[in-house]
């Protein structure tokens, strides 16, 4: 068996671990995704610009350096193909949730309960608000108060109207907070 032969199948075998990581990382309940106007459309901004520049650019870079001679010790096409390899994967993650995504407009919601795509205003138990916009997990952001729809505090809020109380597990204990807003605004970036 040569090296070559050999270390491909490493390879392959690293390509696979990654995509199973991958998936595992992002598995959804129910198997949807739930993402605003404003998420899908950085997914898709972000596949366009891998399948349009940056993978033809890497594709482009390989050839040269496949052209060079021995494969076995060229940085550049060791690089290349590794770096392909992470766009690819990438590119075929961001196919994948862009098929299975639902997007919910927040501005089309009108409801007095806490939905996907709602803005909250949250009172905890030393009197200081927090505003988190509940969003698809592609579209977390935790310094902008952005939460998933799958996380702890997401799903406490989930159904709950003004004047009602959430607990919520930390890793400190357990913590109440009184919902005092909701709303459906779009979310500006």
Not at 13 to 19: K, Y
Not at 67 to 77: A, H, L, P
Not at 81 to 104: N, Q
Not at 120 to 126: C, G
């Amino acid at each position: 068996m040569s090296k070559a032969f050999t270390k491909e199948n490493d390879e392959a075998e690293d390509f696979s671990l990654e995509d199973a990581q991958d998936n595992a990382a992002h598995s959804i309940p129910g198997d949807k995704n739930y993402i605003t106007p404003q998420g899908i459309e950085k997914l898709r901004s972000e596949w366009k610009r891998l399948m349009d520049v940056e993978r033809p650019e890497l594709v482009k870079i390989v050839q040269w350096a496949a052209g060079n001679g021995d494969r076995s010790e060229n940085g550049d096409y060791i690089y290349g193909k590794r770096k392909l390899r992470e766009v690819d994967r990438r590119i075929r993650f961001l196919t994948k949730r862009i098929e299975k995504a639902e997007v919910v407009d927040p501005m089309a919601q009108s409801s007095e309960k806490i939905l996907f795509g709602a803005t909250v205003t949250l009172l905890d138990e030393q009197g200081v608000e927090r505003k988190y916009s509940i969003v698809g997990i592609d579209e977390t952001d935790g310094k902008r108060g952005r939460i998933s729809w799958i996380s702890p505090i997401a799903k406490a809020m989930l159904q709950k109207k003004v004047g009602d109380t959430i607990t919520v597990k930390l890793p400190k204990g357990d913590e109440d907070f009184e919902v005092i807003r909701i709303c459906y605004e779009a979310l500006l970036d």
